[in-house]
């Protein structure tokens, strides 16, 4: 058929006319999505991993992040690799898993939940989920109303934020206080809370703070949140990770007060969160969230996403039932000898403050202040140039919501966080205003 001009000639990777414009839109700043990216701990260290000088000879110091299994010594249980290596050699777990997760491992983890209350939990009180994270993005997508609002902590995991942001539910701040071990300010709860109030998040043992909440101060959160007449969603990730003087008490204790959403895994506590393995359980004995179908939107929504990988459900009731208590107790001696020496060292340095010795978790947030310090706007700018200079990366406190404070990781070896926190004097000092 001869050419009658009306076409072009196309390459061999060509399956059509060039379109006028393509129709999927460009991204930009303005979207929830754009927002929500940029307050994520990652981007935050991915801008500081890059402000590393890439010709230094010293190796860097990684002092930022809430991983702990880049040191040899934060190793998980024997007894969780043998699981997880007995469920996948079974051949019993190659399948898909029901939406809200393996009977057995829900069952067992109801026990484990059950043991420090005052009530039973059942299997169908637990929903299991990708790690905590998804546990996270689960109960911040089902409490998203339109015109409804959440109370968040100040400082706080800023996946919270994050989350919220992109499901765009309003956030209110209430501050923790940093002279009382960081506890709840209820005062400021109940003057931000109102009609559209949903829910309030605590989060104990403290990812930011390292502090561990009294069984008096919980008991007063839930009587404030019982009055507001909201329900409570307790990040308890690092469930037992409490090393001082007080106990981690879980806030379902007090769950005939206030229905309380708790949200954990066995990432921090047995050292794995590559395994991506979380829960979402219900303490409500009074059935308030049965009643007002909180309890089926769960379900709905994790009939619509994805599961934990079904061989670590299967380990999971091996893994609560074999792992020795010498084991805990040896994690927790690692982490108090790290708490002891991060805020012992901290002390020595000027230009920093320590108002509270962490107690619990892995973590813990210092104040800048920069006025013993020459030439820094912020604290986002001394951490990029901690990086550069000394490569040791250290969270700056914007990220959690407190400008001018950082958050140390202590979860590493000894040597390495000796060597990190010399390096910070070392800048302090170096960078120290001269006194006229």
């Not at 460009?26 to 754009?34: H, K, N, S, Y």
């Not at 000879?57 to 991983?67: E, F, I, K, Y």
């Not at 005052?118 to 637990?126: A, F, G, H, N």
């Amino acid at each position: 058929m001869a050419n009658n001009g009306s076409s072009s000639r196309r390459g061999d990777g060509d399956v059509g006319a060039t379109p006028s414009r393509w129709r999927f839109f460009r991204p930009t700043a303005g979207t929830p999505l754009a927002a929500a990216g940029s307050m994520s701990i990652r981007s935050v260290l991915n801008r500081l991993n890059s402000s590393v000088d890439a010709s230094g000879t010293r190796p860097v110091v990684p002092l930022g992040h809430g991983d702990p299994t880049s040191s040899a010594c934060f190793r998980t249980a024997p007894e969780a690799e043998d699981a997880v290596v007995d469920a996948l050699r079974s051949r019993k777990h190659n399948g898909y898993s029901p939406t809200v997760g393996v009977p057995q491992a829900r069952s067992a983890i109801a026990e484990y939940l059950s043991r420090d209350l005052p009530y039973e939990l059942s299997p169908d009180d637990i929903y299991l989920t990708s790690g905590c994270v998804q546990a996270i993005e689960i109960m911040i997508s089902v409490l998203a109303q339109p015109g409804a609002n959440i109370l968040l902590p100040r400082p706080g995991f800023p996946m919270y934020e994050s989350r919220t942001t992109f499901s765009e539910l309003e956030v209110r701040y209430f501050d923790l206080v940093p002279e009382r071990g960081w506890e709840a300010d209820l005062e400021s709860v109940k003057a931000i809370a109102d009609e559209n109030t949903v829910a309030m998040l605590i989060i104990n043992p403290s990812n930011p703070c390292g502090s561990v909440y009294s069984h008096d101060h919980l008991a007063q959160i839930a009587e404030t949140a019982g009055e507001l007449g909201i329900l409570i969603i307790a990040d308890e990730v690092y469930d037992h990770l409490a090393f001082g003087s007080k106990p981690f008490i879980p806030m379902g204790v007090f769950g005939k007060t206030v229905p309380v959403i708790t949200l954990g895994a066995i990432s921090k506590r047995w050292l794995v969160p590559g395994w991506r393995l979380g829960w979402i359980a219900t303490c409500d004995p009074n059935g308030i969230l049965k009643e007002t179908k909180i309890d089926q939107s769960i379900q709905n929504y994790i009939n619509i996403t994805s599961d934990p990988a079904t061989f670590i459900q299967g380990a999971v009731p091996q893994i609560i039932a074999n792992t020795k208590e010498e084991y805990f107790n040896k994690i927790l001696d690692l982490l108090r000898n790290s708490a002891d020496l991060c805020y012992g060292k901290i002390k020595d340095i000027r230009g920093i403050t320590c108002p509270h010795k962490p107690e619990g978790s892995m973590f813990v947030m210092a104040k800048l202040d920069l006025s013993f310090l020459d030439g820094f706007s912020d604290d986002i700018d001394f951490c990029c140039r901690l990086a550069k200079e000394e490569s040791v990366i250290v969270l700056p406190g914007t990220a959690l919501g407190m400008k001018d404070w950082v958050r140390i990781t202590f979860a590493i070896d000894l040597p390495s966080l000796e060597d990190g926190l010399e390096r910070l004097k070392s800048f302090c000092e170096r960078h120290a205003k001269v006194e006229a």
